[in-house]
């Protein structure tokens, strides 16, 4: 059974919007920090955005001013509201823990990315 399920993914054009939805367990909800990773064709898994069980938030340089990670405690569901895109946003986002930015579950399925015109 997967530990986290991410959602919302798809085909957007440069400039557009989406918002990618991470749901997972209470009890993985109520202990760990979280986050949004991706990897895109040829590259490293990287953590893009991070968000603490009190709510503090931090980004990669990249995405700072355009992506916004959120949680929302009553359905144990972390957001990344990701505004502006751009061709280099491409990439397939995974949710997982963000503890000392340190990912220990096993991977869900991800979601794919793709801004393109």
């Known amino acids: 059974q997967a530990q986290v399920v991410e959602s919302g993914g798809g085909l957007v054009q440069p400039g557009g919007s989406l918002r990618l939805s991470c749901t997972t367990s209470?009890?993985?909800?109520?202990?760990?920090?979280l986050g949004w990773y991706r990897q895109g064709p040829g590259n490293q898994r990287e953590l893009v955005a991070a968000i603490s069980r009190l709510g503090s938030t931090k980004y990669v340089d990249s995405v700072k001013g355009r992506f916004t990670i959120s949680r929302n405690v009553a359905k144990n569901t972390v957001y990344l509201q990701m505004n502006d895109l751009k061709s280099e946003d491409s990439a397939v986002y995974f949710c997982?823990?963000?503890?000392?930015?340190?990912?220990?579950?096993?991977w869900g399925q991800g979601t794919q990315v793709t801004v393109s015109s």
């Open positions: 209470i009890r993985i909800f109520s202990i760990y920090n």
């Open positions: 997982n823990t963000a503890q000392d930015d340190v990912a220990f579950l096993p």
